[in-house]
């Protein structure tokens, strides 16, 4: 018997790069907690080449590149063409538009690797979170899922855990580590983001 599908919420998930939380939440629409909620409808890329790209591809999902010199206005015909309900940021490194942020009101989430609203803001990302999360001597990091906002990193806090930082931690061990537990994370946060809509 086919997959009732009507009900699914259409995800665009944007990225730049590896694309493990990309994975992790088509894991979850296929057979997670995302499945009764929600289908990976596209994947938008800031450049191509990526391998984000790729796990999109094998798993036959629509993909966008989505480079600098292409007006907002596109990329908004692109998403409504898929049908987008709702916007996951999966290690997205360019600023989102105003337009994109005003029209996915309480609909566009992104995922950073500390305790925010410390290590945040313009320039936080990658391995210099965990680099200053390391360097300012804190013991406690962790993962934040936030609503997206106009500002980097200041949008309403949606869930967040925390991963104890050990004291022979590199950027690298600790990254590894709470890369484990975003992939955890995430999908459920997302979940919760789209039963919010429902309330
Ligand atoms: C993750 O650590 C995420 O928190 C941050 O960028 C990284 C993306 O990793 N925003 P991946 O591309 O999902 O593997």
Do not use: W
């Not at 939380?21 to 088509?26: D, T």
């Amino acid at each position: 018997m086919g997959e009732n599908t009507a009900n699914l919420t259409n995800l665009a998930i944007f990225v730049s790069g590896r694309g493990s939380n990309l994975r992790s939440i088509i894991d979850s629409c296929d057979h997670g907690i995302l499945r009764s909620l929600a289908r990976v409808a596209l994947v938008v890329a800031s450049k191509a080449n990526i391998h984000a790209l790729q796990i999109a591809e094998s798993a036959g999902i629509d993909r966008y590149v989505y480079s600098r010199d292409i007006p907002v206005t596109t990329l908004l015909a692109v998403l409504e063409e898929h049908e987008v309900g709702f916007i996951a940021l999966a290690g997205y490194l360019r600023r989102i538009a105003p337009e994109i942020v005003r029209k996915f009101e309480r609909r566009i989430v992104n995922i950073h690797p500390a305790l925010l609203p410390k290590f945040g803001g313009k320039g936080m990302y990658g391995m210099r979170v965990h680099q200053a999360v390391i360097e300012s001597g804190e013991t406690i990091s962790g993962v934040t899922v936030h609503y997206v906002s106009e500002e980097y990193d200041a949008g309403q806090i949606l869930a967040q855990e925390t991963v104890a930082v050990e004291e022979n931690d590199t950027a690298e061990t600790l990254a590894d580590r709470i890369l484990q537990i975003e992939h955890k994370v995430y999908p459920v946060a997302i979940a919760d983001a789209l039963r919010n809509l429902k309330r």
